[in-house]
């Protein structure tokens, strides 16, 4: 039995299409070790789950001793239906339909065990250690691009969830009615335009219609073409890669238009690796986003005052927490639920 | 002085850029009566603030005694900052940028004051007294589809402000990025696509175009072309009217799919004149929110019990409360407040 006044010791399952990352977390210490092993979804669900449990397990027993266990918080991909925890055809999980991870998990660990949607556990790390910290809001819109464009709502302190736990997917919110098609099924999506596989994707559009001789030099020379290697011809003046990172940018900032429009949140936060191309997306961001939501127009940074609104500003800020969001997230979520029970006690 | 257990009496001004409506409301009888007088905006902000009062002062002195009066709210045009109660430039207001309404009405009254956004009392007075009611639900969001497209939220059965009040402005989320010039600025909002304003731009612009010969016909017989004869004539089988109805139905569409992915609620409500037209609308509506949005397509009325969702499914509905809901949930706006002060005490 842990001691009166013990840490608390938390642990954070990271659930991706391609690694699972766990780990144990006490908020004085942050990580305290972590264990990364490929997802083996060819080995289907249960493998995936037993691997999840073994490794808790294994963090327990290194780390437990002394210390107060909270519980076991998971980041899962989507869709992800809450508060039952079971997944509705996830596009990156085939053979997961219908898969109950919440109660499979329970089954083998007998701890208390908390789930969302991935993004929604790098919102909840962005609001508890990151932006939101920082900027001392109450709610915030975080939008991470990488393959996807995930999105997690706080709202008034609290993940929003829904009528279904499928809330905050701001990810497949229409841009462009006739755009490009997304994996969704639906055209023109946030996703489609400006995830890292949609930046890609564009480039070898331009390339395809000669537009992007650059573009095309750098994927012969190499091979291939990253996301990255578009933001470094970008930051050489390279006009095809400018022309990607300005459509990206510019998707962007309707999305956040609109969110702006709907939600009037103080802070939106941007994560995922396309972030360290925070100075290339920017501009096109803030162009749409003044042309495109008078809400933000009245409460820009510096706006405000002089529109006579009292706030803080609408704040649009790339994210602080780098690729451990997620797993961060997953960490705090059994001590985050904790700590606003213990407050309302 | 109120005896015990007296019945509760409210006031409710429904402020309009044309007319003003001010009525006296107890839960049991509603509205007990109301005045109606143009708002007279040429003689300027504090002549409308004098009318207002007068009528609630009138109001009271009919209706006050033996009640328990519980406050005036106060529905008003926007953009409007909370909870400070001032108007920022407000397009159907000219000469009130910066004018405090709360504070010049509670100078007069001395009593208490609660102001909100014309579309967020209608989506309160839908909520209580309308669909909320009927469907049991906790959260919803309504557009009013009128001049403009105003829209309100209800997050956990109240209002969502957002930071500085402006939440909830999903009339301004972009349909198309390159649509037509809306009033707030921005090119292909949901208001400049699927207002009953917009409805008539489009068939005057299919009527130009030589693509409308119906209506170009009708227009030319009456000299004017309202929203309503635009319905008749779809009704009718008018191919022009028909494609008019197509577009706005689809815009609505695209803007309630993003509604839906964002946050995932039990409720949509579409409100407003245009209603009287949901059977050509629907078929619009519902063809774009099932193939742009993955959490409808997961829990449509009777698509989520054969998915596996537990829910009651995702609703989309035409307001059941009529032209009155900016008026009656201004008069219910001190009785919902109370209601929930009392329940939490």
């Known amino acids: ?19 699972l990352r766990i780990a144990a977390y006490t908020p004085e ?16 669900p249960m493998a995936v789950v037993d691997d999840m449990c073994n490794a808790v397990k294994q963090l327990l027993e290194m780390h ?74 109450d709610s915030l819109c975080m939008l991470t ?12 302190g609290k993940l929003w969830h829904g009528a279904t736990g ?16 997304c994996g969704c099924g639906n055209h023109g999506c946030l996703e489609a335009l400006a995830s890292a596989t949609a930046l890609t994707n564009y ?16 994927e012969s020379e190499q091979g291939s073409l990253s996301a990255f290697d578009i933001a470094q011809a970008a930051q050489q003046g390279d006009e095809g890669a400018l022309a990607v990172y300005a459509k990206t940018g510019r998707a962007l900032g309707i999305g956040i238009a609109n969110l702006i429009n709907i939600l009037n949140l103080p802070l939106y936060v941007i994560g995922g690796g396309v972030v360290n191309s925070w100075d290339l997306l920017a501009p096109h961001i803030f162009a749409e986003i003044e042309s495109r939501s008078y809400v933000y127009a009245l409460t820009a940074p510096g706006r405000a005052a002089a529109s006579g609104v009292s706030c803080g500003g609408t704040l649009v800020l790339p994210a602080e927490l780098g690729s451990d969001a997620g797993l961060l997230g997953a960490c705090i979520l059994p001590l985050h639920g904790l700590k606003s029970r213990r407050a309302s006690a």
Chains 1, 2 share one sequence.
Do not use: C, Y
């Not at 898969?99 to 962005?126: C, M, R, S, Y």
């Open 203 to 218: 480039a070898e559009k331009l390339i395809a219609d000669g537009k992007a001789d650059g573009l095309q030099r750098l």
């Open 166 to 181: 499928m809330g905050g997917e701001a990810g497949h919110i229409t841009i462009d009615p006739d755009g490009p098609l």
């Open 29 to 44: 210490t942050e990580i305290l070790s972590s264990i990364a092993t490929p997802t083996r979804l060819k080995a289907g």
């Open 64 to 137: 437990g001793e002394g210390r107060e266990f909270v519980g076991v918080g998971v980041g899962s991909p989507g869709p992800l239906e809450l508060p039952a925890g079971r997944l509705h055809a996830p596009p990156n999980l085939p053979g997961w339909d219908g898969f109950n991870l919440l109660e499979e998990v329970t089954k083998q660990l007998h701890v208390p065990i908390l789930i969302e949607g991935d993004a929604n556990v790098a919102a909840l790390a962005e609001f508890v250690l990151g932006t939101g910290r920082s900027k001392g809001v």
């Open 1 to 19: 039995m842990a001691p009166e006044n013990a840490q608390l010791l938390s642990v954070g399952i990271d659930f991706g299409g391609t690694n």
């Open 145 to 156: 691009l990488g393959t996807g464009v995930g999105s997690g709502l706080i709202l008034d």
